[in-house]
């Protein structure tokens, strides 16, 4: 049984990226569920709509501060990126009392981190890659199932629908597609929030000013930090 979590520090860390990224690596530790790295990705159409959907965090970066996730570039989603670079995640894990909020401007991550990423999934998941046109309609659960077998037969890798052999066939050549590839939130604001059984939940925030300094990197002016009301 999980103990009941502790409040935040009394005195707040001037970054709150390193703590954030231990949040998270505590979650893995705990199993507290199947996939302790989900979180809501919020993001804004050029008309000012909004949208969510879960998206797996693959890595937080405490230094110089960013989360890392993949998609479909040509997605709803990257395509309000596209035209609104600022979003926003929400991690909660219930189980241990805690949620975490982080918000900035959010560019894609380089062509090589992206590709080293594609190549370590699945042969299953690359091929299902190239398969799915993400966020485009769809006739038919068969369709897609064609799609899938054409880009297997593409690549020349086994039937991506039977049963796992444990052959993991490293042989295979499966480049990644240039619509997909990985997203890089760097932190502007974050907050952090553990419950309190009473509803006296203890809530911090951290701001900092980001300076764009090139097509995908930040000049990251000093954190500051405030307790909120619960």
């Known amino acids: 049984m999980h ?3 502790p409040t935040l520090p009394e005195h707040l860390p001037a970054d709150p990226m390193p703590l954030a990224d231990t949040w998270l690596l ?3 530790d705990e199993q507290v569920q199947p996939n302790p790295n989900a979180m809501t990705l919020a993001t804004v159409a050029a008309d000012g709509r909004p949208s969510a959907r879960v998206v797996l965090c ?4 405490p230094e110089p501060g960013y989360v890392v996730f993949y998609t ?3 997605s709803r989603k990257g395509q309000e990126l596209a035209a609104q670079s600022w979003a926003a995640v929400v991690f909660h894990w219930d189980v241990l009392g805690r949620q975490l909020r982080i918000e900035g401007p959010v560019v894609r991550s380089p062509a090589s981190e992206s590709d080293d990423y594609f190549a370590s999934r ?3 998941s690359r091929v299902g890659a190239w398969a799915s046109h993400q966020s485009e309609p769809l006739g038919s659960r068969q369709a897609l199932i064609d799609q899938l077998r054409a880009v297997a037969a593409r690549f020349g890798t086994p039937d991506p629908l039977a049963p796992p052999d444990g052959d993991e066939h490293p042989e295979l050549h499966i480049p990644r597609p ?3 590839g990985g997203f890089r939130l760097w932190a502007a604001s974050v907050e952090m929030w553990v419950a309190d059984p009473f509803r006296l939940h203890d809530r911090a925030r951290w701001t900092r000013e980001l300076v764009p300094a090139g097509a995908a990197h930040f000049q990251c002016r000093p954190w500051h930090h405030q307790r909120l009301q619960p």
Request: no cysteine.
């Open 58 to 61: 693959k890595e937080i970066v």
């Open 178 to 180: 240039p619509g997909w």
């Open 26 to 28: 505590q979650a893995w």
């Open 122 to 124: 699945p042969w299953q």
């Open 72 to 74: 479909n570039y040509e």
């Open 3 to 5: 103990k009941p979590p």
